[in-house]
Structures are given as C-alpha cells and as structure tokens.
C-alpha cells in the first residue's frame, strides 16, 4: 500500500493492542506557564497524552486552551515548563520540519491553497523531481493518490483544494499532516462547521486512524461529542490544569462543574426587577428564521433585562443582528417599541427606537481614525444641527455628556478612538448605543476584551438604563453578562431550548448551552 | 503548462464525489490544461480573418514584424505576469523601461550631441542598463516588503519619480547616436529572425518551465494563493518575493534595451502608457489580479492577441489617429470574450 511513499509515510502502525500503559506517553507538557504581558494565558498548565487515545481538551473562552495548542505544535514556546514527544524533548521552533514529524494541527481556519490542486497541496514544497530537477507532476500526482487511499481519503487529486468541502479538506489536511508522519494530530473545534452526517463521516475516520495507531487531541465545545468521541478528557480552567480523567468516569454533572467552578457569590442576583408589564413591550420576536436560527418567538417587556444565550454558532448572534437590522430574517418578524421596522435595515431599527452594541467592537462598533465624539454621534446626526449642516460645539457637548456619562478615560472628546483602552472603545460605542435614548437595548458579547473593572462599569450602566424603562437584550456566552437577566433564553443549534429564570446556577447554564441534559 | 493552475468550468461541475478525471486522450491531458488554450481559438480566428482582409497578413515578413513590435512588451507582460502571480503589482514597469537605457545614454553618449555626459565607453552601456532596472527592483521590493508599504502606491509613485529622472537628465530630449552595444538586441539578426524575436520567445518558454516544473515556481502560486499556508509549508516567502520584485525590474531594463536598440534611440516619453496594454494582455490571458492563478502561456497568447489584432486594423487600412480608441475597444471586447470563454467572473 505505501510502497510508493519512501520514509515519509510509514505503514499504520498495528492497531492499539500496542497500547501498553508503561509506553511513554505521545506528548507530555508539565509546568507550563505563557505570559503575555501582563495576562497570564497558562499557570503551570500540563497534558499527557497516551499512544492511541483520543484526547479530550475542554475549557471555557480563555481557559487557555488554544495557547496550549501553539506551544503543543511549536508556534510559541512556553515562558516555563517542558514539552516531550514520546520521552524525548521538543526540538528547537526554528525546526519546523522536526516539528511536522510529532505533530500536526487541523485548525478551524484552512491552510491549503485554494488555486492549487490537492496533489501540489499536499507535497508543496516537497514536489517529486526528475530529471535535470524539474519537478515531475506524474510522480507527484502518483504519490498523492497512493497517499489519499493509504488513508481512504476518496479525493481526486487533481481537485482544486479551492473545490473541497470543508469535510475533504479537513480529511485532505488529516492525510497530509499523516505524511510528514507525524502520529499525533490535534482536532481544533473540527465540527464547527460540519452538518450531523459530517461529523458522523469524521468520527468514523477518527476511529479508523486510532485504530491505525494515530493519537488525537480532540478541542471542542460540544460536551456530548467528546462523550460520543474521547477516551480520555483533560479540563482547563483560567489558565490551569483542573482534572484529567477517564471520559467514563466523569458525569456530565462534573465535567461541567470542573469547566465552570465554583462559582462566587454574585450581588447582581438581588437585582430587583424593573420589568414594567403595563407598558408596550420594548421588543417582540415573532416566528423568526434565518440563517441559522429557525422559530424563534420571545418578548422583551419594557425595562426588563433578557439574556440570550448559546454556544459559538448557536445562532444568538444572529437573532440578535436581526433584531437591529444587520441581517435579514427570511421568516417572521420583529417589533420594536410597537413599531415594526423595514427588516434588515439598520436605520429603520435605529428609528424605531433601537440601540446596539456589535459583536465585534473592532469590525462594526467604531471608525479608529475618528474621534471620541464623531464615533459617539455617528448615529444620531439629526441632533448635530439642521439639514444635515453638523454644529461641531453641539456635537461636542452632546459628546462631553456621554463621556461624563460613561467615565470614559480621556482627555477631551477629540481624541481618535484607537487611542483608548479597549474598555474605553467599548464604552465608546455603548455610548452611541445609549446616545439615541433608545426604547430597546441591544447587546452582542458587550464585555468581550474588555477588563474587570469596565465591565463592572458597563454593567451597572446597562441595570441603570432598564431602570429608565429601557427593554435590554443581552446575546452572549459570557456568565457574568448573563447573571443580572431578568431571565436568560438558551438557543440551540439555531432554536431557543429552555428559558432560565434568575438565580440560576452556572453549571445549569453552561449544561443548556452545551445540549447537555444534567438529569439524563 | 502545469495541468495544476486552472479549471476548466467543465472540470468544475464534474460529478462531484467519486474521483474523476476529466481528460482527453486517455487521460494524457487533463482538460484543466485545455484552459490555458482557450485564447488559442481566438488567435485562429484572427489570423484567418486578418488574411481574408489583407492576403499580406500572413506572410513571414508580417508576422515576423508583429513578433519584433511586441517583443519589448511581451518581456514586461512576462515580469508583471510572475508580480501579478504573487499578488503584487508592479506600475513602475514601464519607466523603468525608459530610464535604464536612457541613463546607460546619458552616461555613454559623447557631449555635444543631446544631454550626453560621455563620462563612460559604449561598452558600459548593457551593463549599466541592467544595473539600473536591478536597483529600481530592489528600492521597491525594500519599500513593499521590508518596510511593508503598499505595492499599488509604491509603484504608482516610482513610475512617477523614475519618469521624472529621465525627463531631468535628457532635458525632455531623446538620446541619438547610441553605442554599437546598445543598438545590438534591437538590431541584429539571429537564424534569419531579429535577436529580439529570440529573446522573447525563449525567456517566456524559460519562464514556463521555471513556474510549471520547478519548486521555486510553484511557490509563487502558493504565496499568491495563501501566503500564511505558504510560510506553514516552509516557504521562504519574503525571499521569493524579493527575486520576483528584481526580477521583474531587470527584466523592464532589458526590454527597453531591445527598444532603444530597435528604434537607434532613447525618448524621454519611451515605454509611456504600456503598463496599461501589459495589464490589459495579462487580464486577457488569464492572471488573476488576486494572485496565485494564471500561467505564462496564457500571458503570451494574452499579447499575441492583442498585436494581432492590431496588425489586422494597420492592414485594413483603418486611420491611425483611431487606432488608440480601437486599441481601447480591443482590450475590452478580449476581457468579455475570455470572460464568456473562461466562465468565471474577473477578478
């Protein structure tokens, strides 16, 4: 089968009956700390992986999951602590080939060249050369179709890797990452982006190659996948190691209560409610689908705080982008303030009296170039002056009232956005959120990079606007942002599951999000 | 041609999951590979066409006058083709195809006749020519890669700075009384064909070679591809870039070498407003102004095409204060057909 393949491939390995305990382990790490600056994204972190287990690494955002994976594959060498292969040390980042050989990464964003074809990608730079050193397209084709069914990968070859699927290409970068030989493959959230026959196709390869004697570490935020999957599940918890263990012999009940902690006692569930139920709702949702979400119907009631929240591509992004106008819904339909805008038009819903805060500060929440007080107002230019004509005095106290409002960090409203902290930027932009007096609140991940104490600060802010009797709609996986919630709705793979009343505790939370049932 | 670079849209809406192979011949050549003669028909056309209107046409002394006319901006059309494949762009091209032999003139031509200084013999003139294009590189290929400026601007102020210096030092004037060696490439005569015609031809079918069979090659297509895979695949891109940026430029130097050559004289205004046709000729030919697509022999038959077509309207008899609007029209009416041809939307 691999008799084409010379040293680069080696035959599969015999099945794990090789698999002895006393065998070193694949990949060891012990005593990992990675500083950067004064963030600490690993504190004496350890993994040991065995020959032919699949591996599970869990964690929240921030665990420190991916930083473990750049110092696993090379990227990034740890401040402290030490990393073997199979007993021996790492070889040195320069060696990137030495690398290749111990371990290779199937990350979520795809490193193959989509103008070339699968053959050229998975030999670029390592082509067949005949004579006089040309490169011999038929050796190279040839080893590539011997390399793809040595590992049943049923691709042609002469495929634009630009045509795969995402499913091939993953399959396509599991055999190239197999010719290097390296025998360790780390999966980063390979489902992501998968359907559920995919991911069936994937775990039976999963199977077949640990059958072969290929060792996995396995990264994903589906629990249910790591107990249909993983032999073995190592939790990571800001920044540390918290358990390793058999999958088992650790109940969902703990696997979700190792990733989450215990959890500290939070003032914020005393909130009294300031729901007024007598006014017109400030929001309601209507038989909603779109693009990846489908029947979604609540309401948001007139001062009342709603969490919506979900896993990465549980669609609580997306409904909430609906809402404000970002995308359009293909069915149902939104209300705002009892006014129902053109839908998939922001300024329709700005109109009808709807503030937001974007996902992504850096992508949709501001201009950086401009200053304090243009991004504060960009969105209430009628108030500026008449006919369009911009009072600059006018939009700067208009300004110094929301930078007063907001204690945001800085010397005068003229000074350009980037130059703030991202704490300051994020307060920017709640600032124009808030600038309108708007009837609906709308917020996607609002405290995502931004430090303790402005989420302190943004979060009383938002409990100080639904006081006013402001409808507020928080989308996000973040706890804290959750917790003051009047009640949280959970979404599903693109469908609200349950709803949360208040006083939840967090590995409830954390199991709705994850499709984890705690009392199966 | 690297059956590796493009599809064909048949091969694309191929059955989809079973492996496949789109060929004729028994499989000898890929149909992907048919891609890169799809320009091939419409030279056919051409020619019949340009023999029903002049019977002059295809004569061995035509065609060997169009391959001579296009020489000179074949070689630039082959170093924008190697910038474009790495997604880059090169404005600057077309002056530095008039300021490297007009500063081997200024230098070599005796005083008294043009701005000459006379300072150096003609034989410095090759030399000094080739030295120039390479420093033009490599000021650019320091600006865009070492200190990471933009490409398209660099190169649109270059073109304009190396314009200005040929106009400062030859005073607006053109150089006459060139040196032997400088009037060489353009003049002399190899096999019964001009040297020029030579030199075309072989460096494009050296280029093809080097981009289809050699490692070097293949990493131009995967940094214009996905530069990030191309580092991860031990790609030493900054590298390659800087030889394609040199490279490039030398090759402009050479090419107005051959012009001066041909033309016994360096114009202040020379290579002016190619860079457009070259652009126009490697659009046409099928590279991708996004990177990582399109091959050498596209690129050639991309130029051919547009003199032919040329050659056909001088022998219809079409007035030459036209032939500019045409020339125009051309360039448009080849992108719609390689359009309708190639099936897939420019980018």
């Known amino acids: 089968m691999s008799d084409g393949e010379r040293s680069v491939t080696p035959a599969p390995a015999p099945a794990d009956d090789g698999r002895v305990p006393s065998d070193p382990p694949v990949v060891e790490a012990t005593g990992i700390v990675k500083r950067f600056g004064p963030t600490v994204a690993l504190n004496g972190a350890r993994i040991t992986i065995r020959p032919g287990e699949t591996h599970a690494l869990v964690g929240r955002n921030g665990a420190g999951k991916s930083t473990l994976v750049s110092v696993l594959t090379g990227l990034q060498a740890p401040d402290e602590g030490t990393v073997t292969f199979v007993g021996a040390p790492a070889p040195r ?23 070339l074809t699968v053959a050229e990608n998975l030999f670029l730079n390592r082509h067949d050369h005949g004579r006089g050193r040309l490169i011999s397209w038929q050796a190279t084709r040839r080893r590539a179709q011997e390399l793809l069914s040595t590992w049943s990968v049923n691709v042609d070859p002469q495929t634009l890797a630009g045509e795969l699927s995402v499913e091939q290409r993953q399959f396509v970068e599991i055999a190239r990452a197999l010719s290097f030989g390296a025998r360790f493959i780390i999966l980063d959230e390979p489902t992501a982006q998968l359907d559920a026959a995919a991911i069936n196709r994937l775990f039976d390869r999963i199977r077949d190659l640990q059958r072969q004697g290929v060792t996995f570490l396995f990264i994903s935020h589906h629990l249910q996948e790591i107990y249909e999957i993983c032999d073995m599940v190592t939790v990571f918890r800001d920044a540390r190691h918290i358990v390793t263990a058999p ?41 909603l689908g779109g693009d990846g979400y489908d029947d979604v119907s609540f309401q948001v009631g007139a001062g009342e705080i709603v969490g919506l929240a979900g896993a990465a591509g549980s669609g609580r992004t997306e409904v909430a982008e609906t809402v404000v106008g970002l995308r359009a819904a293909t069915a149902g339909d939104v209300e705002i303030a009892g006014s129902r805008p053109r839908p998939g038009s922001v300024p329709a819903a700005l109109a009808a009296g709807a503030g937001f805060v974007p996902q992504d500060r850096h992508h949709q929440g501001f201009v950086p170039d401009m200053s304090i007080a243009d991004n504060a107002t960009l969105s209430i230019p009628k108030r500026l002056g008449p006919k369009g004509f911009l009072n600059r005095s006018r939009r700067d106290r208009l300004a110094e009232g929301l930078i007063d409002n907001l204690a945001i960090k800085t010397p005068g409203p003229e000074l350009p956005v980037s130059a703030l902290s991202g704490g300051n930027q994020q307060k920017v932009v709640m600032a124009r959120a808030l600038a309108d007096d708007p009837r609906l609140l709308v917020l996607i991940n609002p405290t995502a990079g931004v430090d303790v104490r402005s989420k302190e600060f943004l979060l009383d802010k938002v409990e100080e606007t639904a006081e006013t009797g402001t409808g507020v709609l928080i989308a996000s996986d973040e706890l804290d942002d959750l917790r003051m919630c009047d009640r949280v709705l959970v979404m599903f793979q693109g469908r609200v599951t349950s709803e949360i009343a208040r006083g939840w505790h967090d590995h409830d939370l954390v199991a709705a999000m994850e499709g984890v049932d705690l009392h199966a | ?38 320009l091939v028909p419409a030279i056919v056309v051409i020619a019949i066409v340009g023999q029903i209107v002049n019977p002059v046409f295809l004569q061995a002394d035509n065609l060997i006058n169009v391959l001579q006319t296009m020489s000179e901006i074949a070689l630039l059309v082959l170093a924008q083709t190697m910038v474009l494949i790495v997604k880059k762009m090169d404005l600057s091209l077309e002056s530095t195809m008039g300021l490297a032999p007009g500063v081997a003139a200024w230098l070599v031509v005796p005083v008294g006749a043009g701005h000459g200084l006379g300072l150096l013999p003609g034989a410095w003139a090759i030399p000094v020519t080739l030295a120039v294009g390479a420093l033009v590189g490599v000021i650019n290929a320091l600006l865009i890669i070492r200190f990471g400026l933009n490409g398209f601007i660099v190169t649109l102020g270059m073109l304009i700075v190396l314009r200005g210096v040929l106009t400062g030092i030859s005073g607006g004037q053109t150089f006459f009384q060139l040196p032997p060696s400088m009037l060489y490439l353009g003049t002399a005569q190899w096999f019964g064909m ?91 030919g099928g590279i991708s102004l996004n990177g990582g697509k399109g091959t050498m022999f596209g690129a050639f038959s991309g130029i051919l095409l547009l003199f032919m077509i040329q050659n056909v309207l001088t022998l219809a008899g079409v007035p030459a204060q036209w032939i500019g609007a045409l020339n125009g029209l051309i360039i448009l009416v080849a992108l719609t057909i390689s359009r309708i041809t190639g099936g897939k939307v420019q980018e």
């Open chain 2, 194 to 284: 001009p040297a020029s015609i030579w030199i075309c031809l072989v460096l494009f079918a050296v280029a093809i070679v080097v981009l289809g069979w050699t490692s070097f090659g293949r990493s131009l297509y995967a940094i214009g591809g996905n530069v990030d895979a191309a580092k991860a695949a031990g790609i030493r891109t900054d590298r390659v870039l800087w030889i394609v940026i040199v490279t490039g430029s030398v090759l402009a130097a050479l090419a107005g070498l051959m012009l001066s050559g041909r033309l016994a004289s360096v114009a202040s205004a020379q290579g002016n407003g190619y860079i457009f046709t070259v652009f126009a000729a490697a659009v046409i």
């Open chain 1, 247 to 287: 999958v088992a012999e650790l109940g969902r009940a703990d696997l979700v209560a190792a990733m989450t902690g215990e959890a500290a006692a939070d003032r914020r569930e005393e909130r009294a409610t300031t729901l007024d139920s007598g006014a017109t709702a400030a929001l309601s949702v209507r038989a």
């Open chain 2, 1 to 38: 041609m690297p059956e590796t670079v493009l599809a064909d849209t048949a091969a694309a809406k191929g059955a989809e999951p079973e492996p496949r192979r789109t060929a004729l011949l028994g499989g000898r050549i890929p149909l992907a590979r048919l891609r890169d003669l799809a």
């Open chain 1, 93 to 115: 980042l320069s060696d990137r080939d030495a690398w290749r050989q111990r371990v290779a990464c199937v990350y979520q964003k795809s490193t193959i060249i989509p103008t």
